[in-house]
C-alpha cells in the first residue's frame, strides 16, 4: 500500500482513520486501519509521489519480490528515507531488494532464514504482536502487530 497524505496533514493534522474490531472466539483486536483506494498497479509507479510504503504480510511477496518493478520501488523508498512498514512475510520484499544489510527487523518466524541472509540483525517477535522501528523502517512479525503498525506511518508525520 502506498500512502499520500495532503499537505494539511504533513503538517499536524491526523488522518482520517476506520476504526474496526475484530472478534475471534474470546479474542477482540481492535485495529485502525489507513481508508485508502487503490488507483494504480506497481508498474511505472513514482515514489516520489507518495510519502510511505505499506509492505502487507502474507503469501503475495514470496511472489512480488520476484518483480524488478516492485524491487526498484522498494529501493527508491528505502534510500529516500521515506517511512516504510513491512509487516509478515513482507520483509522476504525487504530482503530481495538488498535493503536490510545493518537493520533490526523482525518478521514473520517462517522469514527469519531471508532477514539474517539479507544483513539484518533478527529481533525476536516476542510478543509476536510487536513491531520495531529502525530510522525509517518498521517491522511486525504477525497480524497482531496490525494495530501498531498501521499507526507508526501515520505518526511520523505529527
Known amino acids: ?28 483486536v481492535r485495529s485502525q486501519a489507513i481508508i485508502s483506494l487503490l488507483t494504480a498497479s506497481y508498474e511505472g509507479l513514482d515514489a516520489s509521489s507518495y510519502d510511505a510504503l505499506v509492505i502487507p504480510g502474507g503469501r503475495a511477496p ?34 530481495a531488494a538488498g535493503v536490510l544489510k545493518g537493520r533490526k527487523c523482525t518478521a ?3 522469514v527469519k532464514l531471508n532477514v539474517v541472509l539479507g544483513g539484518a540483525t533478527w529481533l525476536e517477535p516476542d510478543p509476536i504482536d510487536r513491531c520495531y522501528t529502525d530510522e525509517n523502517l518498521v517491522t511486525g512479525a504477525a497480524w497482531p ?12 508525520f505529527k
Open 108 to 110: 514473520y518466524p517462517t
Open 145 to 156: 502487530g496490525h494495530p501498531e503498525l498501521n499507526n507508526v506511518p501515520v505518526s511520523y
Open 62 to 95: 514470496e511472489y512480488l519480490a520476484l518483480e524488478e518493478t516492485v524491487i526498484a520501488l522498494v529501493k527508491e523508498f528505502m534510500q529516500s528515507r521515506k517511512p516504510v512498514a513491512s509487516i509478515c512475510h513482507g520483509q522476504q520484499i525487504l530482503a
Open 1 to 28: 500500500m502506498l500512502m499520500r497524505f495532503p499537505p494539511r496533514k504533513r503538517l499536524g493534522i491526523s488522518a482520517q482513520l476506520q476504526s474496526t474490531t475484530l472478534k475471534v472466539t474470546k479474542l477482540t
